[in-house]
Nanobody, 125 residues
Framework: QVQLAESGGGSAQTGGSLTLSCKVS????????MAWFRQATGEKREGVAR???????FYAKFAKGRFTISRDSAANTVDLQMDGLSPNDSAIYYC???????????????????WGQGTQVTVSS
């Protein structure tokens, strides 16, 4: 059974940075598409960034240029470096994996079948 555990959330000020990490257990981080999603209070969950099996990243428009998704095969983690944070980035951030897709990779949450519990990010002005 694949398990995901996020860490690295916390508080930051506007313009600051945080790095989230998702530890993958039960599978290799290179076996599946992996992604980060977020959900702000009262809002729908939205995709932030994903990384394909071959290591290609893709970002939501709001994340491009500020966030960087990467994976560490040795540590078996998927990380999200977030720079230039604003209060709009405050949300619970979730790590997710897609074990069903044979090729390609999406940022649609319906395509992801295993999820972490989430980590809170709060950005103050």
């Amino acid at each position: 059974q694949v398990q995901l555990a996020e860490s690295g959330g916390g508080s930051a000020q506007t313009g600051g940075s945080l790095t989230l990490s998702c530890k993958v257990s039960g599978n290799s981080v290179r076996s599946n598409c992996m992604a980060w999603f977020r959900q702000a209070t009262g809002e729908k969950r939205e995709g932030v960034a994903r990384i394909s099996k071959t290591g290609l990243p893709f970002y939501a428009k709001f994340a491009k240029g500020r966030f960087t998704i990467s994976r560490d095969s040795a540590a078996n983690t998927v990380d999200l470096q977030m720079d230039g944070l604003s209060p709009n980035d405050s949300a619970i951030y979730y790590c997710a994996g897609d074990s069903r897709r044979a090729s390609g990779c999406s940022l649609g949450q319906g395509d992801y079948d295993y999820w972490g519990q989430g980590t809170q990010v709060t950005v103050s002005s």
